[in-house]
């Protein structure tokens, strides 16, 4: 199977420059790498095309997240799609305990992240412990994402039974794991991290103000699939969120925070 990884950036030009030397550090060779510049301004591309030359680069002019990592996806001439964020490394064996897992019969399989963060200090795992579910996750996954896209490896067959990401900032890979555990199976790589993913102040899922938890539920409800008890499933959890987090009235710094607070009550 060729592999390819998809990483998207802006203006994080030495984030991005470590993130594609780690995809280039794989045990067994390294896949083809397509970096999508949506719209960098701090020389990314120039530094780019000067150490890593063999990189496919596909410049945008900031259309966000969802849509840069499509624009990857087209570019790609992987039949399996890999995703790394720019802010995040890969760990040396990432590619062979996701390729292994997608071996065992999955079109979509998932690793586990160390989380360094740098906001609140300390580190964390996603999914917690170490410990993710397998198979029919769809449940599991609407109440809480306990995957990130650089820890996460998908078929273009069943990458292109959706839409791709959706456009959206906190919630579009929310959106994408759950129209895509609605039609496959997920196999889990197991409990050793794959993947570092760092949080700080410029992440997605640093919080800047109470608002931006309320946008990502809305978000994520903008989601109607010509199934309607899928739809029904995703709005009633919306709610759910939505009203809990109104009554906390609480400002939480990041998505972490936030999901400890709702652990907490029971919520996930």
């Known amino acids: 199977m060729k592999i390819s990884c998809i990483i998207t950036t802006r203006d994080r030009c030495d984030m991005v420059l470590q993130a594609i030397a780690s995809a280039t550090a794989q045990k067994g060779g390294s896949p083809e790498i397509v970096v999508v510049d949506d719209g960098s301004v701090d020389g990314t591309q120039e530094h780019i095309k000067?150490?890593?030359?063999?990189?496919?680069?596909?410049?945008?002019?900031?259309?966000?997240?969802?849509?840069?990592?499509?624009?990857?996806?087209a570019a790609a001439d992987g039949d399996v799609l890999m995703f790394l964020d720019s802010d995040d490394i890969w760990l040396?064996?990432?590619?062979?305990?996701?390729?292994?897992?997608?071996?065992?019969?999955?079109?979509?399989?998932?690793?586990?992240?160390?989380?360094?963060d740098k906001i609140?200090?300390?580190?964390f795992l996603l999914p917690d412990n170490g410990?993710?579910?397998?198979?029919?996750?769809?449940?599991?996954?609407?109440?809480?994402?306990?995957?990130?896209?650089s820890s996460f490896a998908v078929h273009r067959r069943a990458f292109n039974q959706t839409d791709g990401f959706p456009t959206g900032d906190l919630a579009d890979d929310w959106v994408f794991f759950l129209h895509l555990a609605r039609r496959h199976h997920f196999g889990f790589a197991g409990?050793?991290?794959?993947?570092?993913?760092?949080?700080?102040?410029?992440?997605?899922?640093a919080i800047h103000n109470h608002e931006a938890v309320l946008t990502t539920l809305r978000q994520l409800n903008r989601t109607r699939p010509a199934d309607i008890s899928f739809s029904n499933k995703i709005q009633a959890r919306v709610e759910e969120l939505s009203k809990w987090s109104i009554k906390k009235k609480k400002s939480w710094k990041t998505v972490q925070q936030w999901y400890c607070d709702?652990?907490?009550?029971?919520m996930v």
């Not at 063999?54 to 966000?64: A, C, D, F, H, M």
């Not at 409990?191 to 899922?205: A, K, M, N, V």
Request: proline share 9%; with cysteine.
């Open 191 to 205: 409990p050793e991290p794959i993947t570092l993913r760092y949080l700080h102040e410029g992440s997605q899922c």
């Open 262 to 266: 709702l652990k907490k009550d029971g």
């Open 131 to 149: 410990q993710g579910p397998g198979g029919n996750i769809f449940s599991q996954l609407l109440r809480w994402c306990f995957l990130v896209p």
């Open 120 to 123: 609140n200090g300390g580190n």
């Open 92 to 116: 040396a064996d990432h590619l062979a305990v996701l390729r292994k897992t997608l071996n065992n019969g999955f079109q979509v399989a998932y690793g586990t992240t160390t989380n360094i």
């Open 50 to 73: 000067r150490k890593y030359p063999e990189v496919k680069l596909i410049p945008l002019s900031g259309l966000g997240p969802g849509p840069a990592r499509n624009a990857g996806v």
